[in-house]
RNA sequence: GGAGAGGUGGCCGAGUCGGCUGAAGGCAACCGCCUGCUAAGCGGUUGUACGGGUAAAACCGUACCGAGGGUUCGAAUCCCUCCCUCUCCGCCA
């Protein structure tokens, strides 16, 4: 690469561990996440964390602001003074007056203004490391729970089928149908990889051509093939850094990450910037593999393909204004529904709770697939609304066309959907006592007009 | 991997031997004027953040010319480190 000195070692120096390029806010010099609206709402956004059952505290904060601005009314006085004392040097010189005594007096001002100005970086770096550790705030339609079991259902569609004979999990209709192959996919990689092999591959090729058609013929999405791995700058923007580092696969020695959702790549497309007004809604859709180190999860859903280091996934990301993004929440999760729908696969939505919210988001509704085997609705897919979150963090903005001024857009994003437990609910919900499985009728076209897969002979 | 060029405001693009440059000039946008309509033309306005101030404004200050550090009374301008982009050569799907 142009313009690197090797070191040492002859190769590049990154960042190490935990070290993310620094958050740049807006424009500015020393600006915050949203120091303002957490310091003008300190009840709300403790009551915020109450909800979410967070232990993070606002105490201390409070006392570091109010510190930090002291010490900047002082700093700024002395740079004031010396700007003035500067302008006044350089016009005696222009005069060819004599400025000594001047620059004398100045000289010890501007190293007392150094002392000064030393402290400040601690005391905001101690701010801005609390303000990247804050979650959203929840919208106000969420409702308030502790956890999963909190989350009330919105609706429910199609019926789950009931079985005349004993039914199969996906593990073993594809172990049967010699269509997918965990034992061999430990010996490539390790735990949580599938192999997927003919009628299995093209099963999820398939998919993804069908999810990826309907989105952008018929929801109006602009297809987009983003990086499949991006940097540290990409996952504060959209909140998976700082504090989730231990769920991301780090490419050793690199700034990269691999992704774990086309989230990343995909809503920081605009980072760093001003949109056009007119182009809002902003919607994107695109097939990535997502990877995930699934850390903390051991002994969940070791079996199948339900929980993986890597799959597929159709994203569906969206920029709006923010009076937009309530209804663009509820078209989204209807784009991800109406795949289900297609499919012809039993599903529920369900709000998350409190609870159960994710960091950066401000509301979610869960799809859940009917799995047979496990006798109960699981995640396939995702919604939800970051409000300005993601794009305060990755500076996301448009300008109003009236007033000419600069806004945070809200960004939004969900699966439609998670391929991988779209293959397993597919397996599983049209499972035949022979052992094939019926294939969707709207899936056919993309499978050269395969209707059933039977074992290969 | 080797060699070179460059990173300035919404965009393009000047910045001389460091000082009066938040930053010329142009475009775009907005507001007036002019004009059968449109186009052209004329005048004016238009960055962001933080802090102070205000009921809210006005207003005042500070910072920002890829990032970080240094020299200096003073840096877009000088020095160092890093990042990124582009061009050519090499290698490669």
Redesign the pocket.
């Known amino acids: 690469?142009?313009?690197?000195?090797?070191?040492a070692g002859?190769?590049?120096?990154?960042p190490p561990s935990r070290v993310y390029?620094?958050y740049?806010?807006?424009?500015?010099?020393?600006?915050?996440l949203?120091?303002?609206f957490v310091?003008d709402n300190v009840a709300a956004v403790e009551e915020a964390l109450r909800k979410r059952r967070s232990t993070l505290s606002l105490e201390g904060f409070v006392a570091l602001?109010r510190e930090?601005?002291e010490r900047?009314?002082l700093?700024?006085?002395m740079?004031?003074?010396?700007?003035?004392?500067?302008?006044?040097?350089?016009?005696l010189?222009?005069e060819k007056k004599d400025?000594t005594d001047?620059?004398?007096?100045?000289?010890s001002?501007?190293?007392r203004?150094?002392g000064a100005e030393a402290e400040l970086?601690a005391i905001e770096g101690k701010m801005e490391e609390f303000l990247l550790s804050i979650p959203n705030v929840p919208a106000p339609s969420v409702p308030e729970g502790a956890g999963e079991e909190d989350n009330p259902t919105v609706r429910t569609w199609g019926t789950p089928g009931t079985f005349s004979f004993p039914v199969k999990d996906h593990v073993d209709i594809g172990a049967d149908l010699d269509i997918l192959d965990f034992d061999r996919a430990a010996k490539i990689a390790g735990g949580r990889f599938c192999l997927s092999k003919g009628a299995g591959a093209l099963l999820e090729r398939a998919l993804i051509g069908f999810m990826l058609d309907v989105h952008t013929r018929e929801h109006g999405y602009l297809e987009v093939l983003p990086p499949f791995l991006a940097?540290s700058a990409s996952f504060l923007g959209t909140g998976q850094l700082p504090k989730f580092e231990e769920d991301l696969f780090r490419v050793a020695g690199t700034?990269y990450f691999l992704i774990p959702t086309a989230e990343v790549p995909v809503t920081n497309i605009v980072r760093d910037?001003?949109l056009p007004v007119e182009s809002l809604p902003l919607k994107m859709t695109a097939w990535t593999p997502c990877f995930r180190a699934e850390a903390g999860s051991y002994g969940k859903d070791t079996r199948g393909m339900i929980r993986q280091h890597q799959f597929n996934k159709v994203e569906l990301v969206k920029i709006c204004r923010p009076e937009q993004s309530a209804e663009e929440l509820e078209k989204l999760t209807a784009d991800a529904e109406e795949i289900l729908k297609r499919l012809g696969l039993p599903y529920r939505v369900v709000t998350l709770c409190t609870g159960d919210l994710g960091f950066s988001a401000a509301k979610t509704y869960d799809i859940e697939v009917w799995i047979p085997s496990q006798g109960r609705y699981r995640e396939i897919s995702s919604c939800s609304t970051f409000t300005d979150f993601q794009a305060r963090r990755a500076k996301i903005r448009f300008?109003e066309?009236?007033s000419?001024?600069?806004r945070l857009a809200h960004t939004l994003n969900g699966s439609g959907l998670a391929v991988g437990r779209t293959v397993v609910a597919i397996l599983e919900n049209f499972q035949r006592e022979d052992g094939s499985v019926d294939v969707p009728e709207a899936l056919r076209p993309y499978m050269g007009g395969m209707a059933r897969i039977g074992k290969r002979c």
């Open positions: 690469m142009a313009g690197d000195t090797p070191d002859g190769g590049h120096t990154f390029t620094r740049v806010p807006l424009k500015g010099d020393h600006g915050m949203d120091l303002k310091r602001d930090r601005r900047l009314v700093v700024e006085r740079r004031a003074e010396r700007n003035a004392a500067s302008e006044e040097i350089g016009r010189r222009r400025a001047l620059m004398e007096r100045m000289k001002l501007s190293s203004l150094k970086p940097n700034d910037e001003i300008r066309g009236a000419g001024k600069t």
